[in-house]
């Protein structure tokens, strides 16, 4: 690659470094006094002064009242000639800020200009075609920066440039000539270095039917285009080169067995593309290879042996393919190797013995493969290494003092998720080495806390998670780093005992990360520049009494870590949250849910950051109300005050949170109505969890116009009314493919190592609560159940395509279930038990395919239960129960007696006008017959010394006014004799079979609050059916 001059260089130089004058004569040449340069290379540079932008001031003292001569950055010479002469062969102004001004066309006014470099100068604009004047320039460096990319259209110019051996167009926007470039660069013979780095171009031909005139290039570096092609075959002929970067550039395909004609390639790096097939044994061939990189590519197959023929290679980068098999022990041949890199692929078996013949090198990176066996003593040869990274194996071996008792530069070790490698070193061994970086993550060191860390005094990363440790963490250990440690992860232990009171001393700490252990006590203070403080699931009682609130700002607070991240859920901490919790101006993610916190939330937030923007405070005793200045969160994404005894009405405040994504109050006593503003204000809201709290009132309809709501969850509470026909709108479940848009997270990694978590929430489903995390983007859900909702499911929910559960249960609905059900195609749970559905079950319901749950059981349905495709596999009879007017083979009820209960409901509406007829026949035969029982109990009998069981058997609507003595419980009302509900002729139900059908026990008198969900009471049951039996 081409050297990079400091700026601070030019800079020292001003412009004298810019412009480089001198002569060139047959006979040597004698600098003299000048007598002042002429008035037209004057009046050029004065055009040049005017044409550029000069924020420092540096052409000041360019001005046509002093000689030219005299400004400052020019230096004339003269020859024997008596007036002089500026002949300008180097012009180099590379390193300014001219502030996007464009290139001036002047300079190709200077005909003798043999040398121009702009690199990183921000000019912009087109490159002006006058620049193929110059055709003595052998060097031609126009590389940009990213701030100002100058256009390169049209290249015709550089035909003029024969004697051009340098161009640099790197950060050049070439996309115009993308076709062409080619064949304009193909007219430049002396052509030995050309850079195309970063040029949008997006086409190379695979083959060249013109002569190739690029025979004398040395150096092609073409990395960070767009090709999407095939490597091509026209680089075969540039048998000079010594070095191609060819990587980023979307090739696909094999690696050409002809590479092998490059036999003087030095550098060969063709990563970061989409190359296929294993490498050609060919390569073997290039043994002039120092470098050889072809990482992030999907190569696979063995690493041929061949590849040890490369006995100059200093670099070999293979990580991030597919390859597979053994590392051959050939690579063990390649001496001079100082760096290998084999990570990120399939490689198996043991690592070879010979790798301790690598004594030069000093990165090994084996990482993330599919190793085994052990961990060869030989590697305790490469006492030059400062870094070992084995992690992700299957490495199974004993680690011990022989390993690593050479290895005196090594400054990291990361052996992590090695479920079998021990770590076994004596208890009071001290290594020849200063570690700064310890992974042993998943690893055995345990159960004792590892002693030989005493001696590590400059730690910046110890990752411990995982290790079996079964002790308590000893006092010297907080002193060991105290001034080096920036990361610390002992999670997943058993560790026990307290804390030091303080951490505050140790100033470069970022991250500490203790979760899943038995450490009890008070939280400790911890130090003010922090990032990460993650305690959760131990044992501790309380948070500090005060903390200092004057986070230092660091690089990550502004964008990767999003704040301050303070995790302690799963304690046991107790009393209140302290009011210094909503003063810590850098606070970004706060979760003290599952405590025993209790008291009210604190009202100071009006002190707090705005870029807070995760609060868990679930699961605990919190009290009151939601304060008003919890508005002030204006960042906030994430809202979890679920489980707690919270209540009153939604401040009004809340809708300054548009951001939010996530809102979840459920299982508090938050009553009123459900506000308006939820629809009108939160329209980034993607979860609503509302559930079991005392909400009444109707929903708001607007809750439709929330595009991003996936997840609707108002189950037990009072809420009336209808269903919003809006609930037909939800963008994201009319979409089988659309997912969450935006992902609240506190999850975080360091150096591959995750802490945090994802957003998680509760969901009702299947009968059952399941906790959704990693997986709840994909989740969609609306559950309205145990309310007093009444009126009819709108049929808009059929456009809910990727709705997976649906649960209306236990409330007042009624009419039919809507035929547009079917196109709910991804539905898996449908709950519309307990409510007054009617009529004949939907033949569409047969093409959810993706059903698993299905409960229709205790309303007034009727017909015969469709079959075929889904309902095939939900063979359970009680999905249908309480539903006296159905029939089929699932229920064992037998349709042929009442066949036309057997109607769809297309047949149902068209036979509906043959069968009212028959209706009213029927209905005028029993009023007369009726009539007539009644006029002859009326006038010649005493209806009150009638057999109680005989006045229950002429129906309720003779009983009004007469004392009937009562059952001694509904078991007996119910147990008199009645028709065979089979049958289902002329014979009626008793009302109290019927009811005892569908309402298996009596409701409870209010709402039991249990462990996975609310039940409130069960609406009434009609005591009679909707219609009369059809005979």
Known sequence: MKAVLPYSFYFSLMLCGLMSLAFSFKEAAVATPTRGCSEVEQDALLAF??????????????????????????????????????????LDLSGNDFEGTPIPHFIGSFQKLKYLELYGSNFSGVIPSQLGNLS?????????????????????????????????????????????WLSVVNMLPSLRELYLFDCNLNHIPSSFSSHLNLTSLLILEISYNDFNSTIPNWLWN????????????????????????????????????????????????????????????????????????????????LSWNSFSDLIPVEICNLTSLTSLDLSWNSLSGPMPVEIGKLTSLTM?????????????????????????????????????????????????????ENSQITVSLDYDWVPPFQLEFIDLSSCIVGPRFPQWLRSQKSMIELSLSNTSIEDNVPSWFWNISFATFGFIDLSHNKLFGTLPSSLEGMTRLDVLVLSYNKLEGLIPRWPPQILALDLSFNNFSALPSKVSTQLNSSFYFNSFWRGFQLMSSNNQINGSIPSYICNLKQLGSLNLSNNQLSGEIPKCWQEAAARLYFVHLGNNKLSGEIPESLGNLIGLQSLHLNNNNLGGHLPLSLQNCSGLVVLDLADNKFSESI????????????????????????IPANLGELNDLQIVDLANNNLSGEIPYSFGNFNAITSRTRTMVQKVSTEREVDFILFGGSDSISIVTKGDEYIFSSILYLVKSIDL?????????????????????????????????????????SLETLDLSFNNLSDVIPQSLTTLTALSHLNLSYNNLSGQIPSGNQLQTLEDASIYKGNVYLC???????????????????????????????????????????????MFLAYTLDSSRLPSDILKKLGPEILEGHEVPQASSLAEASSQPSGDPETLGTESLPTEAIASERAPSPPPEKCLHLQRKRKRVIPSVQTSPSRPPLS
Not at 70 to 90: H, Y
Not at 370 to 395: T, V
């Open 49 to 90: 002064k005017a044409n550029v932008k000069d924020p420092s001031n540096r052409l000041a003292s360019w001005s046509p009242r002093i000689d030219c001569c005299k400004w400052s950055g020019v230096v004339c010479r003269s020859s024997k000639a008596s007036n002089a002469t500026l002949f300008q062969e180097r």
């Open 136 to 180: 003595s320039l052998y060097h031609l460096g126009l590389q940009s920066t990213m701030d100002a990319i100058p256009i390169g259209s049209p290249l015709d110019w550089l035909s003029g440039l024969s004697s051009l051996r340098f161009l640099d167009l790197t950060f050049v926007n070439l996309s115009t000539v993308s076709q062409s």
């Open 238 to 317: 540039l048998t000079k080169l010594s070095t191609l970067y060819f990587d980023g550039n979307s090739l696909f395909g094999p690696i050409p067995i002809e590479i092998a004609t490059l036999s003087r390639l030095r550098e060969l790096y063709l990563g970061g593309n989409n190359l296929t097939g294993s490498i050609p044994t060919s390569i073997g061939n290039l043994t002039s290879l120092i470098s050889l990189n072809l990482f992030r590519n999907s190569l696979s197959g063995p690493i041929p042996i061949e590849i040890g023929n490369l006995t100059s290679l200093t670099s070999l980068d």
């Open 364 to 416: 090994l990176d084996l990482r993330v493969n599919s190793l085994s066996g052990s961990i060869p003593i030989e590697i305790g040869k490469l006492s030059k290494l400062p870094d070992l990274d084995l992690s992700q194996n299957s490495l199974v071996s004993i680690l011990s003092e022989p390993h690593l008792a050479n290895l005196t530069n090594l400054k990291s070790l990361i052996l992590r």
């Open 675 to 698: 506000p308006t503003w939820i629809g009108q204000s939160l329209q980034n809201l993607t979860i609503l969890r509302l559930r079991s709290n005392d909400f009444s009132g109707i």
């Open 785 to 825: 159940s145990n309310n007093s909702l009444i009126g009819e499911i709108p049929i808009t929910v059929g456009s809910l395509a990727g709705l997976q559960t649906l649960n209306l249960s236990r409330n007042n609905l009624r009419g039919k279930i809507p035929y547009t059900i079917g196109g709910m195609i």
């Open 888 to 934: 089929g083979d699932v229920i064992q009820k037998n349709c042929s007696n009442y066949n036309r209960h057997n109607l769809t409901i297309e047949g149902y509406q068209n036979n509906r006008s043959q069968l009212l007829p028959l209706y009213l026949g029927s209905f005028a035969e029993y009023v007369t017959g009726l009539w007539e029982v009644v």
